[in-house]
DNA sequence: CCAAAACCTCGGACTAGTGCTAGGTTTTTC
DNA sequence: GAAAAACCTAGCACTAGTCCGAGGTTTTGG
């Protein structure tokens, strides 16, 4: 209990409150959870698994990208799950079963919802209500999840990367987290926030390079549209320009974005925040009431 | 000061430390930038501005799509910018000068790392080292950001969707903040995260249902490499099937999403998770060394 | 254990959509 | 007022999407 209250105490409040007036602080505050190199993934691991372990007993989960199966492991090679996380090594497809929550609901959950929330069999509980978790199956939540309930936090990060870390009691069998989530969310979003970050910084090189990524207002516009789904004749006739225009234009912005075709287009677009969210309110809408251009 | 100090205090301290000892915590821990319907909006956005005031002498921005000009507006329609952060009102173009620091290198900055940073002339500052910002032209700083420096949250939501907020300090002339980024990124960086996240959640309705989007597992396959920009045959030489085969997945993943063609089918999984950032990587790769396929 | 339901693998032909090259026009910038 | 962007247009070769079809494999559920 020790180790995560001090630490806390020290980076979240001791310095931040005093700081205006004038208090010494140290210049590097240290964080255990957070990564600077491969070599930090280790100690911020059990750090974590520590601080979970303290605050409520918990155990932790965490997969820094829901897209890929790869596990997340230290410098050396050697799965945090067993080594750190303290998961069974079962031999047959351990990171379908054990490799955690991560098997059916929580991460559909994270892909709808940025805030921490808490999950049971009946329910996913959130701070503000998200229509769109109530839609989640959580008819087999027992068995895929292996545990009765579960605070999770999603990690939504650069060029649409989900990850998520999850605690789930030890002590078996509880169902209630409502309380054990409203006191130590916040603790644990931070951390696992600092965790993921920093694994996806050291781990995931991406040598892309967009070097004059700045599109155009027409270049977004009829990227945007054609995003959701339409063709050049109906972006043409939404922005009455002419087809060939159209495809001017999207073909200038994959240029840009060094894209070879319309599909690399989108998706870079997308992984850039240039077509964020708007477009997806337009998907099943009637267009117009959208926000219009966007910042060139 | 003591408005945020108190706050601060008890939300993210007091109670998370000595709780497991068994203190009594009060139920519903108020959050002054939390929001959770739009009449909380005017009033969060005014903590968070005092938040700002008392900690560092900061003025807030605060924009939660980088991807739309859309200004941030309290429930009755008034523009945060004008109404509580204090930005003038300048009549033409208000969006594009004093909304500030959005104009140009710090949205960029923002869609490359999840982590606050702060900013001056002279480069953009991280926490840890992020190769993807050293590339981002600084020259125009200036004239662009109406300030010598300043502290930026990015702040990465579901669908895409990248936010941000800045502090800039009211004592215009500072270039060096360093010192309070270190100690008020914590704080900054939590009240900001609350308030975009909540203000997109009350502001955003998104009507999407895709009702079963479970992709299969050599429907991402496909849909990775769609994504990056290989055509049907590319793709289907690389997995070693047919041509109809690589159609036959990327219509079916497109059926699942509810899309109507392949970039929006892409479109859709980028924004749900399933390409995300694995694919970044083979862009400029050569395969092969890729996480294999994922999570079905 | 069997059956149903997914999932996966293929082929061909036709239509709609896209990529690309080569221009001209308008607006912005210096 | 010239240069540089950004914007607009057109036609042709190619790619993707659709519709038709056939079968095999793995999961799910009774």
Chains 1, 2 share one sequence.
Request: charged share 20%; with cysteine; hydrophobic share 40%.
């Amino acid at each position: 209990m020790e180790s995560s209250g001090d630490t806390l105490t020290a980076c979240m409040d001791g310095s931040a409150t005093q700081a205006t007036a004038g208090a010494d602080i140290p210049s590097s505050r240290h964080v255990p959870t957070a990564i600077a190199t491969p070599a930090d993934i280790r100690p911020a691991a059990e750090a974590l698994r520590d601080i979970a372990r303290d605050i409520g007993n918990f155990q932790v989960a965490a997969c820094a990208n829901i897209a890929s199966k790869m596990p997340m492991c230290d410098a050396d090679g050697n799965v945090l799950a067993h080594s750190i996380f303290g998961w069974p090594t079962s031999k047959e497809q351990w990171w379908k079963k054990p490799l955690l929550a991560l098997s059916s609901p929580l991460p559909f959950a994270c892909r709808y919802e940025s805030d921490p929330f808490w999950v049971n069999a009946a329910g996913i509980y959130t701070r503000a209500p998200n229509p769109l978790l109530d839609q989640i199956d959580l008819s087999h939540f027992d068995e895929l999840v292996n545990a009765q309930s579960v605070i999770v936090v999603p990690i939504h990060l650069p060029f649409g990367q989900i990850g998520v870390v999850s605690f789930s009691p030890l002590d078996n069998g509880r169902k209630d987290l409502s309380r054990e989530f409203e006191l130590y969310a916040d603790q644990l979003e931070y951390h696992s926030r600092r965790f993921i970050g920093g694994y996806s910084r050291v781990t995931s090189h991406r040598p892309w390079i967009p070097k004059n990524c700045r599109l155009s207002k027409r270049e977004v516009e009829c990227l945007r549209w054609a995003a959701v789904g339409k063709t050049d004749v109906e972006i043409a006739m939404i922005l009455g320009r002419s087809c060939a225009t159209v495809r001017f234009h999207i073909h200038n912005a994959a240029t840009k974005l060094e894209a070879v075709n319309r599909s690399q287009t989108v998706f870079k677009a997308t992984q850039l925040g240039y077509l964020g969210s708007v477009a997806a309110v337009m998907t099943g809408g009637h267009g117009e009431h959208h926000d219009g251009a966007m910042i060139e």
